[in-house]
């Protein structure tokens, strides 16, 4: 049996055979695998100190966004997001004016596509980074220890509109109208971290804060060996804002104060993660994600 350190064993080969069958670890469960390749597996030291406990008895903060529009009720949500920001770097927030809907139908089609016939997905199959639609495995395949056990459709529409014929068939109206929510939850939230640090409210979108977006959607197929990989590592997100849509099945962990907490997924609730962008600007956020 050939150990871990073998020298017969070549990264970059597998890698790049990986790579080249466009099918994404989708491609690879679909084929019947047993045993996950090499590139996935962590080292014994990482899956220790990643996979250990994480702490339940203290919540996330969650943020009610209903009557925001009255005077005291805004304030009283401002504490709440300057709170949340300082302590945590994230919050949930709930009854944001999002139909359950949009958000059931927006994982729904990315599903579907993720589902569907490969030779659909192959087309979308791209490590160019000027393609504003794309489709791979891992965005820093050749650069990270390991490989992460998820496949990624991302969307990135900066300062224009997205054109619907650039988007996958099978979830371009689903897609569409997330965009069109999105944005206008991001406004919402960009006047509240104004106000919270003491800004009037204008002042993070008259710096051009909640123009374009990009979104990543992720899927995780099963895996047969679970206990070997993670579907994503610990990170910070280097942007501005992050807004992310849960589904049912959870997995999602937060680092506060040192320790590893759980965000429980809540119906029709979204995650609002603080990046590091906004926090070298203002200086008083800090986070982490797992």
């Known amino acids: 049996m050939a150990s871990e350190t073998s020298v017969d064993y070549n990264r970059t080969k597998e890698l790049k055979e990986f790579d080249e069958?466009?099918?994404?670890?989708?491609?690879?469960?679909?084929?019947?695998?047993?045993?996950?390749?090499?590139?996935?597996?962590?080292?014994?030291?990482?899956?220790v100190e990643e996979l250990n406990p994480s702490q339940t008895n203290t919540e996330v903060p969650i943020i009610d966004l209903s009557n925001i529009q009255d005077s005291s009720r805004r304030k009283q949500i401002v504490d709440e997001v300057r709170f949340a920001s300082e302590e945590w770097g994230f919050f949930q927030v709930i009854n944001h004016g999002?139909?359950?809907?949009?958000?059931?139908?927006?994982?729904?089609?990315?599903?579907?596509?993720?589902?569907?016939?490969?030779?659909?997905?192959?087309?979308?199959?791209?490590?160019?980074?000027?393609?504003?639609?794309?489709?791979?495995?891992n965005f820093d395949l050749y650069a990270s220890q390991t490989a992460d056990w998820r496949d990624t459709l991302t969307f990135f529409f900066l300062d224009f509109d997205p054109d619907p014929n650039e988007m996958p068939e099978v979830c371009r109206e689903p897609t569409l109208e997330y965009i069109k929510y999105m944005r206008k939850l991001g406004e919402t939230l960009?006047?509240?971290?104004?106000?919270?640090?003491?800004?009037?409210?204008?002042?993070?979108?008259?710096?051009?804060?909640?123009?374009?977006?990009s979104i990543s959607c992720h899927y995780y197929p099963a895996c047969p060996q679970p206990e070997l990989t993670l579907g994503v590592r610990k990170h910070v997100d280097p942007g501005l804002l992050t807004l992310l849509l849960q589904n049912d099945i959870g997995g999602l962990q937060v680092l506060h104060e040192g320790q590893w907490f759980d965000v429980?997924?809540?119906?029709?609730?979204?995650?609002?993660?603080?990046?590091?962008l906004l926090q070298v600007c203002f200086g008083c956020f800090c986070f982490c994600f797992n």
């Open 21 to 47: 069958t466009k099918a994404g670890i989708k491609g690879l469960v679909d084929s019947g695998i047993v045993s996950i390749p090499k590139m996935f597996i962590r080292p014994a030291e990482e899956l």
């Open 98 to 137: 999002i139909p359950l809907t949009v958000l059931d139908d927006m994982i729904e089609g990315v599903r579907k596509f993720n589902e569907q016939d490969l030779e659909l997905k192959k087309e979308l199959y791209t490590r160019d980074p000027t393609k504003k639609v794309r489709f791979s495995s």
């Open 190 to 213: 960009f006047e509240l971290l104004s106000e919270a640090l003491g800004l009037q409210a204008d002042h993070l979108g008259s710096m051009g804060c909640a123009k374009g977006c």
């Open 264 to 276: 429980p997924p809540i119906r029709g609730a979204l995650v609002v993660n603080i990046g590091d």
